[in-house]
Structures are given as structure tokens and as C-alpha cells.
């Protein structure tokens, strides 16, 4: 996966009945791999697949539900696909979960809980050879008051977990977490402040999907109107170097980008 001169599109397949979007939609197999074939004709890069709501006040489930839920998707996406499809994305933070995904044909794993709440996740993506797209979370925990700082504090034994596990960096990806225990005010600061992460030299993933903080700043109360104002998000953070968009609407990310990376792509030749 080449990162770096072209932005790329990562789009979501929930796999559940109440993720905060569409939920339900693509909970039956069938659905799911018309989905992630759409997305593909769309311009997604990567599917990112995901059997457990990581929406605030979400109701557990356990992890034989998840991985009933997800991993027909994966072989089946596998076999439709075969070594010509997309890259495929486990959005999980069990090991187990992480392991059979992996060997359905998944070739990242997508820790909400940036490999802190089941650390043995980190060698299972080791032996596998996997990338992992680290999470940073401000649930469960005090936060730092300045949001950068939280970044870092949140990152860095997260980042000495991988390394011990023996992920390269060349396999580690980070996800500043927009959403997740952030208010309106700290998400927009996130945003505005977003290159002081590259700090850390490390590819960025985005997920501002339809948040919360976006229908507060546009108005939109529903959440499949907040595309736009998604769209908006990804042109600012892609421009703030920001290089993996993590999406519902693949097609209006994808046609936006398209304008960011030209801008960038002129802005390095005038270099």
C-alpha cells in the first residue's frame, strides 16, 4: 500500500445492527460484500470491517458474536475479491477476534482501544505481518488538558507495545480518534492543529465520519446529511497531511480528495 502521494479512501461496513449510522444494513453477508463491492466502484482503497458498535452508551457483545458476525464477510469478500481487491480492515480490539480475521483474509487490524486493551493483539498482528492503525481514545481515562499533548501521552505506550511485539514502523498507522471522548470544541482544535501529529512521522488515518461534532457544526441532526460536512473535514486534515480517510460515503470523499491532492501535488512542484 502506497501512502504518501495520493490520498486513500477507506470505507466503513458495519456489520451490526446499532452502529450509529447503518446500523442493520449490512448485518446479512449477502449485503455486506454488495457493499464493500460498491464502495470498491466508488474508489475505496480499503475496507474496514467491524462487528461491535463503537458508538457512546453501545451495548457490548461478546466475542463469539462479533466473530459470527464479520467473518463470513471477510472470507467471502476474499474469495470475490482474491489477491486484485481491496486491502481488508478488522476494526477490533480482541486478539482473537484480530487473529481469525487475519487468517479470513484481513491484512490490517483497526484497534479503537490502540492495542491497550487486549495487548496481545500487537503479536498477533506480528506474526501475521499485518499493519495496525493505532487508536487514541479518551474514554475510561483523565485526559490532558491541551489536546496534542493528550495525543502524544496516549501514543506513546501504545507505540512501545508495538515495537516490542516487533511490528515495524513501516506496519504502524495512527488515528488521532475524533469522536471518541471529544466534545465539539476539542474536535475542531484536533482538526486545527492536526500537523503537529506528523511530528511523530507516521501515517495519519482520519475518521471524522459523520460524527456528532459535525452535525453540531452544520446542524444536520441526522447522521446520513453530514456527508458534506464530512467531505469538508477530509480536504482540511489531507491538506493538514493527513493520508487515510475512514468513511461511510466513499464516492464524496474520494471526488474531494481528488482536489486536495492536486493542490498538494502542484504545491511539491513549485517546491
Same mark, same amino acid.
Not at 498477533?124 to 488538558?145: C, F, N, S, W
Not at 482520519?206 to 452535525?215: D, E, L, N
Not at 493520508?243 to 517546491?271: E, P
Given at each position: 500500500?502506497? @501512502?504518501?502521494?495520493?490520498?486513500?479512501?477507506?470505507?466503513?461496513?458495519?456489520?451490526?445492527?446499532?452502529?450509529?449510522?447503518?446500523?442493520?444494513?449490512?448485518?446479512?453477508?449477502?449485503?455486506?460484500?454488495?457493499?464493500?463491492r460498491?464502495?470498491?466502484?466508488?474508489?475505496?482503497?480499503?475496507?474496514?470491517?467491524?462487528?461491535?458498535? /463503537?458508538?457512546?452508551?453501545?451495548?457490548?457483545?461478546?466475542p463469539?458474536?462479533?466473530?459470527?458476525?464479520?467473518?463470513?464477510?471477510? *472470507?467471502?469478500?476474499?474469495?470475490?475479491?482474491?489477491?486484485?481487491?481491496?486491502?481488508?480492515?478488522?476494526?477490533?480490539?480482541?486478539?482473537?477476534?484480530?487473529?481469525?480475521?487475519?487468517?479470513?483474509?484481513?491484512?490490517?487490524?483497526?484497534?479503537?482501544?490502540?492495542?491497550?486493551?487486549?495487548?496481545?493483539?500487537?503479536r498477533?498482528?506480528?506474526?501475521?505481518?499485518?499493519?495496525? @492503525?493505532?487508536?487514541?481514545?479518551?474514554?475510561? *481515562?483523565?485526559?490532558?488538558?491541551d489536546?496534542?499533548?493528550? =495525543?502524544?501521552?496516549?501514543?506513546?505506550?501504545?507505540?512501545?507495545?508495538?515495537?516490542?511485539?516487533?511490528?515495524?514502523? #513501516?506496519?504502524?498507522?495512527?488515528?488521532?480518534?475524533?469522536?471518541?471522548?471529544?466534545?465539539?470544541?476539542?474536535?475542531?482544535? !484536533?482538526?486545527?492543529?492536526?500537523?503537529?501529529?506528523? !511530528?511523530?512521522?507516521?501515517?495519519?488515518v482520519?475518521?471524522?465520519?459523520?460524527?456528532?461534532?459535525?452535525?453540531a457544526? /452544520?446542524?444536520?441532526?441526522?447522521?446520513?446529511?453530514?456527508? /458534506?460536512? /464530512?467531505?469538508?473535514?477530509?480536504?482540511? !486534515? *489531507?491538506?493538514?497531511?493527513?493520508?487515510?480517510?475512514?468513511?461511510? #460515503?466513499?464516492?464524496?470523499?474520494? #471526488?474531494?480528495?481528488?482536489?486536495? #491532492?492536486?493542490?498538494?501535488?502542484?504545491?511539491?512542484?513549485? =517546491?
Open positions: 500500500m502506497e @501512502i504518501g502521494p495520493k490520498s486513500l479512501v477507506m470505507g466503513i461496513l458495519n456489520v451490526t445492527p446499532d452502529s450509529f449510522s447503518d446500523g442493520g444494513r449490512n448485518l446479512e453477508t449477502d449485503n455486506a460484500v454488495e457493499a464493500a460498491q464502495m470498491v466502484a466508488d474508489g475505496a482503497d480499503i475496507i474496514d470491517i467491524g462487528g461491535e458498535s /463503537t458508538r457512546p452508551g453501545a451495548d457490548p457483545v461478546s463469539d458474536a462479533e466473530q459470527a458476525r464479520i467473518l463470513p464477510v471477510f *472470507r467471502a469478500l476474499a474469495e470475490a475479491f482474491g489477491d486484485d481487491g481491496p486491502f481488508l480492515s478488522v476494526d477490533t480490539y480482541r486478539a482473537e477476534t484480530a487473529r481469525l480475521a487475519l487468517e479470513a483474509g484481513a491484512h490490517i487490524v483497526n484497534d479503537v482501544w490502540g492495542l491497550r486493551r487486549e495487548p496481545e493483539i500487537a498477533v498482528a506480528a506474526e501475521a505481518k499485518a499493519a495496525v @492503525i493505532i487508536m487514541h481514545t479518551g474514554r475510561k *481515562r483523565d485526559k490532558l488538558p489536546v496534542i499533548a493528550d =495525543q502524544f501521552h496516549w501514543f506513546e505506550p501504545s507505540l512501545d507495545i508495538a515495537a516490542k511485539a516487533c511490528i515495524g514502523r #513501516d506496519r504502524v498507522l495512527l488515528d488521532p480518534g475524533f469522536g471518541f471522548a471529544k466534545d465539539t470544541a476539542e474536535n475542531v482544535e !484536533l482538526m486545527a492543529r492536526m500537523a503537529e501529529l506528523n !511530528l511523530l512521522g507516521l501515517p495519519i482520519a475518521g471524522t465520519s459523520r460524527k456528532r461534532f459535525i452535525g457544526l /452544520t446542524g444536520r441532526e441526522a447522521a446520513d446529511e453530514r456527508d /458534506t460536512g /464530512t467531505a469538508a473535514t477530509s480536504v482540511m !486534515l *489531507r491538506l493538514a497531511g493527513a493520508a487515510i480517510f475512514r468513511v461511510h #460515503d466513499v464516492k464524496s470523499n474520494r #471526488d474531494a480528495l481528488a482536489v486536495a #491532492d492536486a493542490v498538494i501535488a502542484q504545491t511539491m512542484r513549485g =517546491q
